[in-house]
T-cell receptor
Framework: RKEVEQDPGPFNVPEGATVAFNCTYSNSASQSFFWYRQDCRKEPKLLMSVYSSGNEDGRFTAQLNRASQYISLLIRDSKLSDSATYLCVCKGGGADGLTFGKGTHLIIQP | SAVISQKPSRDICQRGTSLTIQCQVDSQVTMMFWYRQQPGQSLTLIATANQGSEATYESGFVIDKFPISRPNLTFSTLTVSNMSPEDSSIYLC??????????FGPGTRLTVT
């Protein structure tokens, strides 16, 4: 069974703080990894892909550990607008669709 | 990324009826998918919509309940057949690119009474 596990939170974080989310996946054949952001009553939007070497996009840093089957997302200098649900997502090889975690709910407080 | 639209955006239907949801993309895409997001849950893949052939369904989803059409590279439909209240959900289409990143339509919010 393909599973992606996340801490559902909520994480209540003061504005300007740094917050990190973790995610584990059970399908060792997963080849591609992503973080999506979903705002209330909206569709998920791609935040960033996660590469084996890690990647950074502004205040956001994603890391992948294949040996431990573990993905992380770090948000620095958090903004009120970062409040959302963050979905950890894995994709198997070929034309498989995406397997979503249940999401981590983040609330940035002023 | 492609611009994706879905129709209807929401509907309230009676049990036993069927609803067809349309997904339109503004450019040709190879991969199209249909997902379901039940209340308070994450997304679950229903099927991959294959252009010119039958859709590929995930475990737990069958063609008789969720028939899918994909007549060309910009359009797909998902029908929710013989609906029950358990089918109340948000249905989303997505399109994929060569990097395997997927982009989602705005979703169709379905309530079955």
């Amino acid at each position: 069974r393909k599973e992606v596990e996340q801490d559902p939170g909520p994480f209540n974080v003061p504005e300007g703080a740094t917050v990190a989310f973790n995610c584990t996946y059970s399908n060792s054949a997963s080849q591609s990894f992503f973080w999506y952001r979903q705002d209330c009553r909206k569709e998920p939007k791609l935040l960033m892909s996660v590469y084996s070497s890690g990647n950074e996009d502004g205040r956001f840093t994603a890391q992948l550990n294949r040996a431990s089957q573990y993905i992380s997302l770090l948000i620095r200098d958090s903004k009120l607008s970062d409040s959302a649900t963050y979905l950890c997502v894995c994709k198997g090889g070929g034309a498989d669709g995406l397997t979503f975690g249940k999401g981590t709910h983040l609330i940035i407080q002023p | 990324s492609a611009v994706i639209s879905q129709k209807p955006s929401r509907d309230i239907c009676q049990r036993g009826t069927s609803l067809t949801i349309q997904c339109q993309v503004d450019s040709q895409v190879t991969m199209m998918f249909w997902y379901r997001q039940q209340p308070g849950q994450s997304l679950t893949l229903i099927a991959t919509a294959n252009q010119g052939s039958e859709a590929t369904y995930e475990s737990g989803f069958v063609i008789d309940k969720f028939p899918i059409s994909r007549p060309n590279l910009t359009f797909s439909t998902l029908t929710v057949s013989n609906m029950s209240p358990e089918d109340s959900s948000i249905y989303l289409c997505s399109v994929g690119d060569v990097a395997y990143e997927q982009y989602f339509g705005p979703g169709t919010r379905l309530t079955v009474t």
